[in-house]
């Protein structure tokens, strides 16, 4: 199998997991019904983040495994952190009925108020993962063109 073809499983697996575990914490924070709700209201968000996060974790796979280039992995790791944190912002409000620990109900409702702005911050940093990892791409591309001559 190629490295681009393993890049593309990679990234669409990262996807992937990055849903399910949206879907695992909602589900378990607030039931399925909620979270049907939720991915309705917000599936425009939650895709996006998702496929921002798996196109990064293509470019990554592929830069790591195929060419041995140095990538950072913190900003993958920094990127599917906003973007989990972003997509599951739209419930955390409702962990006041799980966790009754004293201030997590006023950190819930901060989150919970700043949804939208989370989602925000988290394309933003898709975008930004995506653009460092697309550099790196575009550096390693023509340092081996150039080494072709």
Do not use: D
């Not at 890049?7 to 990055?18: D, N």
């Not at 378990?28 to 709700?37: N, R, Y």
């Not at 939650?46 to 140095?70: D, E, P």
């Not at 988290?122 to 993962?129: A, E, R, T």
Request: charged content about 10%.
């Amino acid at each position: 199998m190629s490295q681009i073809k393993k890049s593309i499983i990679f990234g669409l697996l990262a996807m992937a997991l990055l849903l399910v575990f949206y879907f695992a914490i909602l589900n378990l924070v607030s039931g399925w019904e909620f979270t049907k709700i939720q991915f309705t209201n917000n599936w425009y968000w939650i895709i996006s983040l998702s496929v921002g996060f798996g196109i990064q974790i293509g470019i990554f796979t592929y830069l790591r495994a195929a060419h041995k280039a140095a990538a950072s992995g913190k900003v993958v790791a920094a990127s599917g952190t906003t973007s989990t944190v972003a997509m599951i912002s739209c419930c955390a409000h409702y962990l006041v009925n799980v966790l009754p620990i004293i201030g997590v109900s006023g950190f819930a409702a901060i989150i919970g108020y700043y949804q939208t702005e989370l989602f925000w911050l988290g394309l933003i940093s898709n975008v930004l993962g995506i653009a460092y990892m697309g550099q790196k791409l575009v550096k390693l591309k023509s340092n081996l063109k150039n080494e072709k001559y």
